[in-house]
């Protein structure tokens, strides 16, 4: 039998730090499966096509088609056309004989290629006239069928390009159909990679989100070792008293941002996914909590520092505790900071997804813009980054304002030339500039590469 005072291998409590971490990422994987889910059934995702494309390009080019035989035939049959001769009028016959022949081989070719499926969206636009109003009507109105019987259509005026008579051969208006096909997960991702890849860093950061939690509460609760003579120890209660003011602003911003200034949802649910917008309700609780955890634990450091100050045990502990508290705080603005930037990337490659789809890239080829647009991650990634600012300036304010936080820069600038110290403060304000208008600047990144991309 081992003796009581032996070495344990293994010991929970001990681990702790290592363990509640992996297990909150854990159950934040399991979280984001069931949102996406619904449940534990499947995903159900969807692509909407331009269901007779084919089949009207095969109209326009048929009808080119038959005009030119009729053409050339016409000119064989009355024998208008003489090789070799010098005469004006056969010469202009001849010319006119051979680039049909050179149209009509061309054709048949495009032909072909529409009937094996490999026409290119590209080459239906040409044809394709339709009012942008109507057809963005058309796509925002189209509705998930569950007898899959449903089909949107909308009406085009379609003109072939070839001008070989010296007008349009065809010029007819039409109807447009919009299909919607089932896809399973693995097929959707096939044909839509930037998809898989949203889809991926949706759940990654899920866990991420989850794996913060801990590590926040973690780090702050470890400033409990700071002797005070009014004590301030981070549990339950205070916890929940300091995160009152950043629930409330959350939730201000977020219903008059999603709810009351956006009044129509962006992204239907027919675009990608069937409940998407319900879906992402639950899915964004996560993220906007762990904000408001990080919020709080400036609030909670910001007054601990305070106490620090005035009623400090040990006089001689004042610079040590004061950096465990500095830490603690940069540790727990960065981690917002990362939340709300990453979440604005998410927004941004889902945005870019949707775009890149066959009936919002006709939208932009037939417009010249995008039919999602970009601005709104703009709007989000200001939003983020002025919730960081309302956050962390009156805190910094705070910490500045103390007599200890004054006498530890001192401390950290002796020494140092007035040059070396001016760009040091520099140094130090640009770092929280980049650090608080991150979300913003991911935005702006997002939309250099959308415009590298056109």
Same mark, same amino acid.
């Given at each position: 039998m081992r003796p009581k005072d032996s070495n344990m291998i293994f010991s929970w409590s001990a681990n702790s730090v290592v363990n509640f971490p992996i297990l909150f990422a854990v159950v934040g994987f399991i979280y984001s499966v069931i949102v996406f889910k619904g449940g534990f059934g499947k995903v159900d995702f969807h692509e909407v096509y331009l269901q /007779? !494309?084919?089949?009207?390009?095969?109209?326009?080019?048929? /009808?080119?088609?038959?005009? %030119? #035989?009729?053409?050339? *035939?016409?000119?064989? =049959?009355?024998?208008? %056309?003489?090789?070799?001769? !010098?005469?004006?009028? *056969? !010469?202009?016959? *001849?010319t006119l004989y051979n680039q049909a022949k050179s149209i009509l081989? #061309?054709?048949?070719?495009?032909?072909?290629?529409?009937? /094996?499926?490999?026409?290119?969206?590209?080459?239906?636009?040409?044809?394709a006239n339709i009012n942008r109003d109507s057809l963005r009507y058309a796509i925002t109105s189209l509705e998930i069928d569950p007898n899959n019987s449903q089909i949107k259509t909308v009406c085009i005026h379609l003109r072939d390009t070839c001008t070989f008579f010296g007008d349009i051969l065809f010029d007819k208006e039409i109807e447009l159909k919009f299909g919607i096909s089932e896809k399973s997960l693995v097929d959707f991702f096939s044909n839509n990679s930037i998809f898989g890849f949203w889809f991926f860093l949706s759940i990654a950061q899920m866990c991420f989100w989850f794996l913060l939690i801990p590590l926040v509460i973690g780090s702050v609760k470890m400033t409990d070792e700071i002797s005070l003579r009014i004590p301030l120890r981070y549990g339950f209660n205070s916890a929940l008293i300091f995160s009152i003011i950043p629930t409330i602003c959350i939730v201000v911003f977020t219903y008059l941002l999603y709810? *009351?200034?956006?009044? =129509? $949802?962006?992204? /239907?649910?027919?675009?990608?996914?069937?409940?998407?917008?319900?879906?992402?309700?639950?899915?964004?609780? $996560?993220?906007?909590?762990v904000a408001i955890l990080c919020f709080?634990?400036? %609030?909670?450091?910001?007054?601990?520092?305070?106490?620090?100050?005035?009623?400090?045990?040990?006089?001689?502990? =004042?610079?040590?505790?004061?950096?465990?508290?500095?830490? #603690?705080?940069?540790?727990?603005?960065?981690?917002?900071a990362i939340v709300l930037t990453v979440f604005v990337f998410w927004v941004a490659i889902l945005f870019n997804a949707i775009?890149?789809?066959?009936?919002?890239?006709?939208?932009r080829l037939k417009t010249g813009i995008p039919f999602l647009n970009n601005d709104f991650v703009y709007l989000i990634g200001l939003?983020?980054?002025?919730?960081?600012?309302?956050?962390?300036? $009156?805190?910094?304010?705070?910490?500045?304002?103390?007599?200890? #936080?004054?006498?530890?820069?001192?401390?950290?600038?002796?020494?140092?030339t007035s040059g070396r110290k001016i760009w040091k403060n520099i140094l130090e304000v640009l770092s929280t500039i980049l650090v608080t208008t991150s979300p913003l600047i991911a935005s702006f990144i997002q939309k250099i590469l959308e415009t590298l991309s056109v």
């Open positions: /007779n !494309k084919d089949s009207l390009s095969v109209i326009i080019v048929k /009808n080119r088609i038959d005009s %030119l #035989t009729q053409f050339i *035939n016409s000119i064989e =049959k009355h024998k208008i %056309l003489k090789i070799g001769t !010098k005469d004006d009028t *056969n !010469k202009y016959y *001849n081989k #061309t054709s048949h070719k495009e032909l072909k290629s529409i009937s /094996n499926g490999d026409s290119s969206l590209k080459t239906f636009i040409e044809y709810w *009351n200034m956006i009044d =129509k $949802p962006i992204i /239907n649910d027919i675009f990608f996914m069937q409940a998407y917008n319900q879906k992402m309700i639950f899915y964004s609780i $996560p993220g906007y909590m709080s634990s400036y %609030l909670f450091l910001s007054n601990k520092l305070e106490l620090l100050d005035k009623y400090a045990v040990v006089e001689g502990d =004042k610079d040590e505790h004061f950096k465990i508290l500095a830490d #603690t705080f940069n540790f727990s603005f960065l981690c917002s775009n890149i789809t066959e009936v919002m890239q006709f939208y939003i983020h980054s002025l919730l960081l600012f309302m956050f962390y300036v $009156p805190v910094k304010i705070r910490f500045n304002s103390l007599k200890i #936080t004054q006498k530890q820069k001192q401390s950290e600038t002796a020494g140092l």
